[in-house]
């Protein structure tokens, strides 16, 4: 019989175990500090982020990646979820008549019309072409777009035309210009990079798509999760990530309530009372202690558990917004270093704290455009 757990219960005795402790303080213990109920996202929001329409912005410039990620919005995203809302964004730079047929403006805006028009309908998308700016820059302009569109995702290749040439060296990686400036400007929306050169590895329209999420006991973690299910589709796979020390012989009392938290999420799928949760209940997830190897760093380990599993993307969270108030940068370290190391896909999972009330407001009820 399947166990039926209200989430918000399941989690309210997490948070309960969370404030208690022998003087009343937060639980510590060696090198960790237990944050307030766990890193929960309240309900109402869970529920809204699984459940609003989705607004995607998408950049091409004509190179593979950027053409692949759209492939994946058009006949992946946009066919599994009917409510979303795709911008297809590109920006032209007049002065570069050397560009290849396909890449120039003309020949690339009717490339990416014929590829929406054969996937859904009109209403469900718009082409827009904005000539390059040189005070705001590429990168610049399309974070502009992601604040003046208010869109939930963007979605772009890993490399732009110029490849190689034109990137940041990032822990020994290379990021392009572009995905670098969107991550370093803290954008409210998740981002999902596209490494795949080629459309048919990805999986869209009846191919399983496997997703890793990393995480830990914080509220990025939570919504790096919760973007992972909203993005997939009946049948996929969800691998919940937590990487265990190396001298963790046995389970901490953090793992464990790690456990106990990602757990109760996947009753509550099992849960028909759970209007929202229960309708992923078709998606296969489970919860995953990776045991550290020596001499073997975080993202490493969360890596070789992808590459095991054959993952089409990693998940990660990150804070922006709060990071960079405190004088940090967008994406810690740790997920970064993830992003970068693993070969294939990866999405950052960005989250920006707002009480339920606020949210509902301005985020659950926006309409999508026509």
């Known amino acids: 019989q399947a166990c039926r757990i209200d989430p918000a219960a399941a989690l309210g005795e997490v948070a309960r175990r969370l404030t208690m402790g022998a003087a009343g303080d937060n639980l510590i213990l060696p090198d960790r500090i237990i944050p307030d ?6 309900v109402p929001i869970c529920e809204a ?19 692949t990620a759209l492939n994946f919005v058009a006949e992946g995203l946009m066919q599994k979820d009917r409510s979303t809302f795709v911008e297809v964004f590109h920006i032209y730079d007049t002065s570069k008549t050397y560009l290849p ?24 998308y718009h082409l827009t072409w904005a000539s390059k700016s040189d005070k705001a820059g590429p990168g610049g302009q399309i974070c502009d777009a ?22 940041h060296d990032v822990f020994g990686g290379l990021l392009s210009t572009n995905v670098a400036k969107v991550l370093n400007m803290g954008n409210s929306c998740s981002l999902i990079c596209i490494k795949d050169e080629d459309a048919g590895v990805l999986p869209i329209k009846q191919k399983k798509a496997v997703f890793v999420v990393s995480v830990s006991l914080n509220k ?20 919940v990530v937590y990487i265990k020390s190396f001298m963790e012989f046995e389970d901490s009392d953090y793992t464990a309530l790690v456990r106990e938290k990602y757990e109760g999420f996947f009753n509550s799928f099992k849960d028909e009372q759970q209007q929202v949760f229960s309708k992923f209940h078709d998606r296969s997830v489970q919860f995953v202690l990776v045991n550290k190897q020596r001499r073997e760093s975080t993202p490493q380990s969360v890596v070789r558990y992808a590459d095991e599993v054959n993952a089409d ?8 917004a709060d990071r960079v108030a405190r004088g ?19 999405i950052v999972a960005n989250w920006i704290d707002v009480i339920p009330r606020v949210y509902d407001t301005h985020v659950r009820s926006a309409a999508t455009p026509l």
């Not at 109920?37 to 309240?42: E, L």
């Not at 890449?103 to 309908?121: D, Y």
């Open 37 to 42: 109920r766990a890193g929960w996202i309240d």
């Open 49 to 67: 982020i699984l459940t609003k329409d989705a607004r995607i912005l998408c950049t091409v410039d004509g190179s593979d990646n950027s053409m």
């Open 101 to 124: 047929v396909h890449c120039q403006k003309v020949a690339l805006r009717s490339t990416c019309e014929a590829i929406m028009t054969s996937s859904v309908s009109s209403k469900r």
């Open 146 to 167: 992601i604040r003046e569109l208010s869109v939930d995702y963007v979605c772009m290749g890993f490399f732009g035309l110029k490849g190689r040439k034109s990137a």
């Open 220 to 239: 990025t973690s939570t919504k790096a999760f919760l973007d992972a299910l909203r993005l997939s589709k009946p049948g996929d796979e969800i691998h």
């Open 313 to 320: 993307f990693v998940v990660v969270g990150a804070n922006a």
């Open 328 to 346: 940090k940068k967008p994406v810690g370290s740790v997920s970064l270093q993830i992003c970068m190391l693993f070969e294939r896909n990866f």
